[in-house]
């Protein structure tokens, strides 16, 4: 694997563990399930748009559920 790879790969890993480290489980876990399941794989993702999408909100509330949530968003 090339050294950008790998560096990106790195990066990716500790915006992962920012995202998962930072959240409100409890308010996660609170949610409604179709919800909870993007802002999960949001956190294990990064991917925005497919998590919006997924959730059924607008961008604008999906990203307020993920402030409420405190869940580092990029």
């Not at 294990?44 to 998590?51: P, Y």
Request: with cysteine.
């Amino acid at each position: 694997m090339s050294d950008v790879l790998r560096e990106l790969e790195e990066r990716e890993k500790e915006a992962r563990e920012m995202r998962r480290q930072g959240a409100d489980w409890s308010y996660i876990n609170s949610l409604p399930s179709r919800v909870r399941a993007a802002v999960v794989l949001f956190i294990e993702s990064g991917d925005l748009r497919l998590c919006q999408k997924l959730s059924g909100l607008d961008l604008e509330d999906f990203i307020e559920v993920l402030r409420r949530a405190n869940v580092w968003v990029t």
